[in-house]
T-cell receptor
Framework: NAGVMQNPRHLVRRRGQEARLRCSPM?????VYWYRQLPEEGLKFMVY????????ESGMPKERFSAEFPKEGPSILRIQQVVRGDSAAYFC????????????FGPGTRLTVL | AQRVTQPEKLLSVFKGAPVELKCNYS??????LFWYVQYSRQRLQLLLR??SRESIKGFTADLNKGETSFHLKKPFAQEEDSAMYYC????????????FGSGTRLQVQP
């Protein structure tokens, strides 16, 4: 089991462009969490998804950010019209059942907005 | 609102010295508490969780509900313990998203 995969590992965008971050959970895991880490801060929860469903998006900014976890393929975190303040490390975690299981983290995607 | 506070950004000790990484939390109810560790160039991984009461790599942590603390301790630090340590909590029911502290970097010097 290769663990949680995230790509790209590094992403550079200019202001106003779109950023797409992908997360492939561990095999057999159907629950995905996205977290954002700003410099010198801890990880902050953004969104929790199961296959084809958003369970909790209370940590997601209301505008420009969206997430999906389709039946087939990776989970995608999409940031439209990026701004400098979106520069951060974005981590994905997965768990098999969600409610009581340990979350396993990916290596993260470092987004830099120029 | 739930919050996790790790007051020390950096903790530097010598090999063989005791280590205590502090973690305080605020939560209305009984949360589940975790310690995660990130070694250099590696991904974040679970070190221990309070409900399992395990000792992992010589580390232990006791939940003190009266002081709302979950400090991480090890009696004799090793150089390979040098890493970033994050305390986190989650609701025991519901969505299970983790609330993290800002982390403490532990440096163990030879």
């Amino acid at each position: 089991n290769a663990g949680v995969m995230q790509n790209p590992r590094h992403l550079v965008r200019r202001r106003g462009q779109e950023a797409r971050l992908r997360c492939s959970p561990m095999k057999g895991h159907s629950h995905v969490y996205w977290y954002r880490q700003l410099p010198e801060e801890g990880l902050k929860f953004m969104v929790y998804l199961q296959k084809e469903n958003i369970i909790d998006e209370s940590g997601m900014p209301k505008e420009r950010f969206s997430a999906e976890f389709p039946k087939e393929g990776p989970s995608i975190l999409r940031i439209q019209q990026v701004v400098r303040g979106d520069s951060a490390a974005y981590f994905c975690a997965s768990s098999p059942m969600g409610s009581t299981d340990t979350q396993y983290f990916g290596p993260g995607t470092r987004l830099t907005v120029l | 609102a739930q919050r996790v506070t790790q007051p020390e950004k950096l903790l530097s000790v010598f090999k063989g010295a005791p280590v205590e990484l502090k973690c305080n939390y605020s939560y209305s109810g009984s949360p589940e508490l975790f310690w995660y560790v990130q070694y250099s160039r590696q991904r974040l991984q679970l070190l221990l969780r309070h409900i399992s009461r395990e000792s992992i790599k010589g580390f232990t942590a006791d939940l003190n509900k009266g002081e709302t603390s979950f400090h991480l301790k090890k009696p004799f630090a090793q150089e390979e313990d040098s890493a970033m340590y994050y305390c986190a909590l989650s609701s025991p029911t519901g969505r299970r998203a983790l609330t993290f502290g800002s982390g403490t970097r532990l440096q163990v010097q030879p």
